[in-house]
């Protein structure tokens, strides 16, 4: 089994930045890709950025103004979002998957909030 723990998330004024954390444990060898997703209200999910070894790639919406890691060691991966806009308020989800098994895995979700 494999669980994913979001941390970072609150209230964050228009121009400021934030970063999540994504902490991973159980079988987790085979999931090489890693992920941010995000889910504002009325919306569907949509990606924010992925990584998996050696690439990353971001929606338009934050090209520019986000950057994701991982670490290996850790079971980590990371979101910074810098200038943040009312429009990035959304709820914040973690997302570990395989590229090559049938294994997809998302966290709980954490809110965040920009203000303006």
């Known amino acids: 089994q494999v669980q994913l723990e979001e941390s970072g998330g609150g209230w964050v004024q228009a121009g400021g930045s934030l970063r999540l954390s994504c902490a991973a444990s159980?079988?987790?060898?085979?999931?090489?890709?890693m992920g941010w997703y995000r889910q504002a209200p009325g919306n569907e999910r949509e990606l924010v950025a992925v990584i998996t070894t050696g690439t990353t790639n971001f929606a338009d919406s934050v090209k520019g103004r986000c950057a994701i890691s991982r670490d290996t060691a850790k079971n980590t991966v990371s979101l910074t979002i810098i200038n943040l806009k009312p429009e990035d308020t959304a709820v914040y989800y973690c997302?570990?998957?395989?590229?090559?098994?049938?294994?997809?895995?998302w966290g709980k979700g954490t809110l965040v909030t920009v203000s303006s």
């Open positions: 159980g079988s987790i060898s085979s999931l090489n890709v």
């Open positions: 997302n570990f998957r395989s590229s090559f098994r049938d294994m997809n895995y």
